[in-house]
Each structure stands twice: as C-alpha cells, then as structure tokens.
C-alpha cells in the first residue's frame, strides 16, 4: 500500500482523475496533510464520505518512529525506525536565521568516503520520497518548531535516489505542501557527473552543493571511492555548466582533516581550481568518531586555510560546529545504536 506522504500533488491530481473524482480534491487533502495536520483521513471533514473509504483503502497515512534522540546547544539529533525495521538519521541545526534540517535519503550509503561514518554500513535501499518527507514532519511535531531551511545531506547519496529525490522536493516546496522555499533547500551530492548535469536541467532555484574535500586527484582519490569515477576536472566542468544554466551559486563543502587536505599547499591550490566559479566554500570542522582513524584540524591551520581563501577572492565561511555532546557525525548515532543493541 502506498503512503498518502509519497505523492505529488500532481501524482495526487492524477490518482482523482482516475477514479472520476475532482482534480481540486489533491488540494484538499494536503491541506489536511500539510496546513492542518491531521494523522488520519477520518478527521477530514469535508471529504465525502465514499472518497475518505477510497482512500483509506488505497493509501496509508503511517508515521515514522523516533527511538533515539540525543539534544546539545542548538542542536537535536534524531535516529528514526521506519516500517522495515531500518534505522536512519536526521539532525536539526537552530541558527539565527531559522531552523535547518539535515534529512537522510538512503538506508546505509555506496559511495564509501574513507571519512564518513553512515558509509560503514553499505546501502540496504533507497528512502522512498514518504520516508524523507516524515522526517520534517516528524521533527516538527516532536518540537512545535517550523523547519525553515532543509538540506539532504545525512546518511545517503541523494543523487543515487535521484526520482524520490526530485518528488520530494517538490512536495516540501510546494506552497500547498510543507512550503520550503526552493533557496532555503539544498541537495549535497558526492559528484555524480551526470546527475548534476540532469539537476541543472530541472530549472529548479534550489541550491547545489559539492561534497568536494580535496584539492587534487591524489588525496581525493585516497579519501572518496567517487573520484575515480569522475574526477575533480569533470565535477568543475559540470558545476560550470549548472551555473551557465541556472545562474545559481554553487556551495563546494570541505571538511577539514589533519595532515590530509589542511596544508597552506592545499589551500592555494583549491583556490586555483575554484578561480572565476560562482560559488563559496565551506569548511567544514571534522566530527572525530571512534571507528574511523582521521584526526580534526586544528583550529589555526582552519583559519590558515581560510585566510588563504579570502586573499585569494574566494568567498569562504567556516560552518558552526554543532552537537560537541551528541553523535555528530553522520551515520554516528544510527552505528552506536546497532553495536549496543
């Protein structure tokens, strides 16, 4: 049975039509799903009656379970059960411009970066676009918050979802739906050449950011299995070509390992890779975890690296860490559960 969460309101508009309905009664329904947020169809009252026992028997209305929850300054991290059992993450970030959810879209993840913890666990299956979807809804209930920014950037490859991706997006953008601004959104990909060619066709204002964490082939070789499929000179190339088309700035995050890609070295050379792009980087403060062997930056080679950045007109800015007390690193609360459990 399909979960009501998982459709469009364009797929919705379609399944009315099929069974000789109005188009309009899509509208209604999110309405309720989205504005009013009922839980179950028996609670939408201006709904006939044959249409509400249609579509109970055609969709369920299941939520998705939190059975972790690990709070700091700031910051609420979530491990949620779905139907199957499977476990996955999703981490809300409180800044001064809003709250900011960090959403998983796969179950385990295929691109093994040598320094994240949710690639340790390979990819079980893709988040169909309901589960992705609940993980807002969820959140929001749990605190009686507004999510205002979300950024599919947890456990998982979103480009590797790709359909469930775009679906998604378009329910959380949609002002009938969750109604996220399509530039308080942005989708993190590790560098899938041809699905960020394909992205910058969807015309969508929503922001791209590159998971790029080297300056050369050598150490992005060593650190993301990704790269020797398409290289750093075939992610610029195809980020040049996004821009050329949607004229949207692109986001390159960097996170920050010690002895691996800090060096002074480094920063100068990610500078002349980056020169002329319109886009920012984001250094990112490595999250250390007890699994994986790479070390946290130093503070002063963080604002080396970064005083390069700038002398070299590359806008730059250094990510607040977050959540010293809580598994901050993603895929880290999900693993910590499994091992105890």
Partial sequence: ??????????????????????????????????????????????????????????????????????????????????????????????????????????????????FCESGRLKKVRNLEVHEMVLQILTVEKDLNIRVSHIVVMGIGEPFDNYDNLMDFLNIINAPKGIDIGARHITVSTCGIVPKIKKFAREQKQVNLAISLHAPNDKIRNKIMKINKVYTINEIIESVKEYIKLTNRRVTFEYIMLYNINDSIENAVELSKILKGINCYVNIIPYNETSNIEFKKSPKERIMAFYDILKKNNINVTIRKEFGSKVSAACGQLRSNYEEEN
């Fill in 1 to 114: 049975m399909k979960n009501i969460y998982g459709y469009t309101i364009e797929k919705l508009e379609q399944y009315f039509t099929n069974i000789n309905d109005k188009k309009f009664r899509a509208i209604q329904i999110y309405e309720w799903l989205y504005k009013k947020r009922v839980t179950s169809f028996d609670s939408m009252n201006n709904i006939k009656k044959e249409i509400i026992e249609k579509l109970k028997k055609d969709f369920s209305i299941s939520n998705i379970e939190i059975i972790n929850k690990q709070t700091d300054k700031d910051v609420v991290k979530y491990l949620f059960k779905l139907e199957d059992n499977s476990k996955v993450e999703a981490v809300l970030m409180k800044h001064d411009y809003g709250n900011s959810l960090c959403v998983s879209s796969q179950v385990g993840c295929n691109m093994g970066c040598a």
